[in-house]
Each structure stands twice: as C-alpha cells, then as structure tokens.
C-alpha cells in the first residue's frame, strides 16, 4: 500500500522546519542545516510524534480504547504517547522499566501533569513488560493495543520515511542527513524513505545504545519495504552507523556534553544528554575527520529530548 493510503491521525505540526546553522557552519567548516523535529507540537515535541501519527490510527482502527507502551523511566517516547493517546480520547497506561531517574521530575513530572497511570517495573527484559501489559489489559477487560519500545516496528518507522518524503519537498539538496538510533525506527525510517525520495543522500545513524542495529536497522528498513509493498534493495541503501554511546545508555558522554554546549552557546538550541547530544557529536566528529566535502551540506536531525534534558545530572 502506498504511504499516502496509510491510515494516519493529524496529532503534530508540519512540516517541521528546515534551518542553516550560520555559526556552527563556520566552526565546523561545512554547511550544517537543522530540521527542527523538536518542534512537532505535542507535549515539549520531538521525533515520537511521526510515528504515533501512524501507530494510533492503527489503535483507533483497531477498537482499542487502553494504549500501552514502555521505555526507560524517563522515556521521551513513553511521555509523548501518553500526551497523544490522551489527546485522541484514549488511555495510556506506561509500564516502565525501573531504572535511570524515577523521580518527578523530567518526563515523569510531565506524566504526572497529565495524569498518566504510570507503573515501573523491577526487570532488565522487555519481554517480563509485555506479558505484564498483557496481564493488566485482560484483567482490565478493556480492548487494549501494544506499542513497542521507542515506537520501532515497520509501521512506526513510515512516519520517518514520510519525515524523507517531506524533505525532499522542502527543496534543499542534501548530502548527508544525521540522526541519533535509540530503538532504530527513526533511523530505518529516515534511510529506506532516503531511497525513495532522497536519491544520493547518505544517512548516517548515532547509536545512543548497544543494541546490534547493524541487524536492526536493515530489519526495519525490510519490514517497512515491505509494508509499502516497495521492491527496493536494502543492502545497496547508502546509510553508515557509528558508535557513539560512550559510557551507556542514558549516560551523558563527554564530547556529547561538548556538542550540547556547542549547539546552546552558538545558535540557541538546547540538544539533550541521551539522543541529540551525543548524535551531535558524532556530527562533529565526522566534519574533523574530514567527512564531509566543503561544500556538501548535511542536514542533522533534531528529535527533541527536551523532557529528559531536566532530568540528568550533566557533572555525572
Ligand atoms: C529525543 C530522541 N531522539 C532520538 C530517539 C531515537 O529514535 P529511535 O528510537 O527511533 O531510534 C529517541 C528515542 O526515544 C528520542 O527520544
């Protein structure tokens, strides 16, 4: 089916805007343009906002009336799909895994705000939440729908091939695109829709976790194919990967913290520790090793994060 015929529910603002960022263009000695996903107008915005667009109407086509979903305790995917599921008439219900900061304050503060019924859970394997969901939505007896960690499957992923789809209609030629890759669908997204829309465009995905996302992003990218019924050759699509977790997952890094403060005191933008920061390092780190031609211009993605920014400690 083609992504047009998708069902999909009008939750955010676009398209987001596409800005140059004149000063760090001049640090780094390359022309950098920013694509302002923080700004997608639900709750403090962000990447999340795309995918549930596609993920929800699938849940309203569905008949489910309870909306579960999980993460990190301070999930900026968790927190969003609350803010649009409330927004849609359904009810969230958060089964977080119990570890990084539990306390009210970042997108746990902005959970309690909405009244979101938030559950965290003692466990390491998304595996143990699943079957908790499954649990608590029969005993509910309520019809209920399952959204994956960080929104990641085939259908999630479209809203960034859609993301793509935009760009190109924005009119800019872009050499390069670079996003963070947390759970993968941003990333996936951004490189098969790179295929379809944005030929000659190599996307290039931070990793912000350790999870194998040389198997996942193809997966993805697969699956999403597939579900647009696309004959494409994914082991052909121009995408890089690199590392960029540095001490861990929610754990703020070095030159992350130095790419925050880069963003912050040359153009006003704030990145935050778990995503954008350190896949704005890596930016940086790829224009130094000399990456980029001079005048290639590369588009990073920015995929908000802001909730989380109030909940780390940055002298950890
Ligand atoms: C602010 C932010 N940026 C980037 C990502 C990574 O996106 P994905 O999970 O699709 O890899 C996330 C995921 O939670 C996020 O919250």
Redesign the pocket.
């Known amino acids: 089916m083609a992504l047009k015929d998708f069902a999909k529910v009008s939750l955010g603002c676009f398209p987001t805007p596409i800005q140059r960022l004149d000063a760090i263009s001049r640090e780094l000695g390359v022309s950098v343009y920013i694509k302002r996903d ?1 700004l997608t107008g639900v709750g403090l915005g ?3 906002v795309r ?1 549930l667009e596609y993920l929800l109407a699938d849940a309203r086509e569905k008949g489910a009336e309870v909306v579960f979903t999980t ?1 990190g305790a301070q ?3 968790a927190m ?1 799909t609350a803010a649009c599921a409330l927004k849609m008439g359904m009810t969230p219900i958060l089964i977080l895994k119990k570890r990084g900061v539990t306390g009210p304050l970042g997108n746990r503060l902005l959970e309690s705000l909405m009244g979101v019924d938030v559950r965290l859970m003692d466990t390491d394997d998304y595996a143990d939440i699943y079957a908790e969901m499954d649990r608590v939505g029969q005993a509910l007896g309520r019809p209920y729908y399952k959204i994956p ?4 499957n085939a259908l ?2 479209l809203g ?1 091939v859609d993301c793509a789809r935009e760009i190109a209609a924005q009119g800019i030629r872009f050499d390069h695109i670079v ?11 951004l490189a098969l829709g790179a295929m379809l829309y944005l030929p000659g465009v190599r996307v290039h ?1 931070m990793m ?1 976790d350790t999870d194998p996302f040389d198997r996942i992003t193809p997966r993805l990218m697969r699956e999403a194919a597939a579900l647009l019924g696309e004959d494409v050759d994914i082991a052909s699509a121009d995408y890089t990967l690199r590392d960029m977790c540095g001490p861990g997952y929610a754990i703020s890094s070095a030159e992350g913290k130095d790419a925050i403060g880069l963003m912050a005191s040359k153009e006003g933008l704030f990145l ?1 520790p ?3 920061g350190k ?1 704005f390092a890596g930016l940086i780190a790829m224009a130094k090793e000399g990456a980029f031609r001079p005048d290639d211009r590369v588009l990073f ?1 920015h ?4 909730g ?1 920014l109030f909940a780390v400690k940055m002298d950890e």
């Open positions: 923080d962000g990447n999340k995918k993460g999930s900026n995917h969003l960690c960080g929104g990641s999630g992923s960034y996003c963070a890759e947390g759970s993968g669908g941003t990333m996936a997204g995905g912000v935050d778990v995503y954008t896949a993605l995929s908000g994060g802001a989380g």
